[in-house]
């Protein structure tokens, strides 16, 4: 039955169909009377079997019926109906009062007892006490519609939990997850924790956990609280890729609900990557920039030194560069810079970072590499850059000085004593590597040449 608009509670019983089985015609007479007087309809049957077969044709909202009758009695119609309806109210007209008959009905869920003889009155206060349940029911019914329907328009991913339990997911989720429902997604013993990824794809929540843990809504609120962004792989994603969502959430203690919101932030966290990129990027060479390097020397020497392992940095200079400049012009002098980059970069280990130092100076720092290693990829450096052929220019040189970390070095103490070697270098000759060992200075070449150029 449909409402269109609010009913009073007292009126209600009158909007409602009752289906009445009795077998007994003179009580079938009296109570008819008494229920048609105040129901919208009565659809009454004079057994079990067709009062099973009407319930099926007509779907009455309340059941009013007898237990003892011929064919099918009373309790087992209630046990047929309640496969079919569950939740449909049920008045029970009875003159037992055995312990069995009771435990009987307890496990149908039999809504109101009414004993023999019945009075009218009574029975008037079963239907009015079941329809006002089914009123309240109805009305609930009609609102958890309305917000779902609401949950289900929106296009932010959104799910309801109550306690530890999943409660509710809308239709753009189920469709990320590909599923037509919840109780699909359920079924199919799949866990919300393991679809809680991080930027590379990898779960948040611990996947050894117990599945009935609520390790999943303790992430949520987590990340939600802190950073913002969860990371999830749509249904039809590749593995390996994965879409950033921000974590919104609103708590509702008194129910003990949270409804979680996820919105795409792919075209924001695209953003930030390219912002990060031009912060951190020397624009004309494609490597770090001193900014970042100032990060990446903090990062390492604190690791350095709590694991006591080496750290070591070059510094380059391209030897005479304002000459270059001067002669051939500054894009020219540009393509240098980029080509030397480029040739550094592609001899340097994966977890060494080639830096601008400012100008023509570029630094390489290098985590667990000690000085004589260190060294030693400087003067290869050098000579692949001396015996490259750059187009316009010819071959140039390089100038490199050599620090490695020492106990007690800030960032400061280590870059100034590379900067020291590199001075060293260009007033010893150029196109040399020198090595701050202590306080002294030593070059790496066979013998101290004179290549100014």
């Known amino acids: 039955m449909s409402e269109t ?12 169909t009752v289906l009445y089985v009795e077998d007994d015609p003179d009580i079938h007479r009296l109570l008819d009377r008494v229920i048609q007087a105040h129901a919208g309809a009565l659809v009454t049957a004079r057994d079990g079997e067709e009062g099973l077969r009407l319930f099926e044709l007509k779907r009455p909202d309340i059941i009013v019926t007898d237990i003892l009758m011929p064919t099918l009695d009373g309790l087992e119609m209630t046990r047929l109906i309640r496969d079919l309806e569950p939740e449909i109210p049920i008045i029970v007209t009875t003159a037992h009062s055995d312990a069995e008959f009771f435990m009987r009905s307890i496990d149908l869920g039999i809504d109101r007892y009414v004993l023999k003889p019945t009075a009218p009155q009574t029975l008037l206060k079963a239907l009015q006490h079941c329809a006002k349940a089914l009123r309240h029911r109805r009305e609930t019914e009609s609102a958890n519609r309305y917000v779902r329907f609401i949950l289900d328009i929106q296009p932010n991913l959104l799910l309801v939990t109550e306690h530890e339990r999943l409660e509710y997911i809308n239709r753009a989720f189920l469709n990320l997850l590909g599923f037509q429902s919840l109780e699909q997604f359920l079924v199919s013993g799949a866990r919300l924790g393991d679809r809680l990824l991080d930027r590379a794809g990898k779960p948040l929540v611990d996947p050894s956990a117990s599945p009935n843990a609520d390790h999943w809504l303790t992430t949520l609120l987590n990340v939600s609280q802190e950073h913002g962004v969860v990371h999830l792989r749509r249904a039809d994603q590749p593995q390996g890729r994965v879409t950033p969502y921000a974590i919104t959430f609103n708590a509702l203690p008194e129910l003990n609900r949270y409804i979680f919101s996820f919105s795409d932030v792919t075209h924001l966290e695209k953003e930030k990557q390219q912002l990060e990129i031009q912060a951190f990027t020397d624009a ?27 750290l070591s940095v070059i510094l380059c200079d391209i030897d005479h560069f304002k000459r270059i400049n001067d002669r051939f012009g500054h894009q020219t002098g540009d393509d240098v810079l980029r080509q030397v980059s480029a040739l550094m970069a592609a001899n340097i280990r994966a977890e060494d970072v080639l830096a601008r130092w400012g100008g ?61 070697a590199l001075y060293v270098a260009k007033e010893g000759g150029r196109n040399r590597v020198e ?19």
């Open 5 to 16: 608009s609010p009913i009073p509670e007292s009126d209600f019983l009158s909007k409602l």
């Open 284 to 310: 004309l060479t494609g490597t770090c920039n001193r900014a970042r390097l100032q990060g990446v020397l903090n990062a390492e020497l604190r690791r350095s030194q709590r694991h006591e392992l080496p």
């Open 360 to 420: 023509e100076e570029f630094m390489i720092v290098s985590p667990q590499n000690d000085l004589e290693s260190q060294r030693m990829l400087a003067e290869k450096l050098r000579g692949l850059i001396e015996a490259t052929c750059i187009p316009t220019v010819g071959n140039i040189t390089c100038s490199f000085g050599v620090a490695q970390r020492r106990d007690d070095d800030t960032i400061r103490d280590l870059t100034e004593r590379a900067d020291r």
């Open 435 to 453: 090595v701050a060992v202590n306080s002294e200075f030593g070059v790496t070449t066979a013998e101290r040449r004179d290549n100014r150029a």
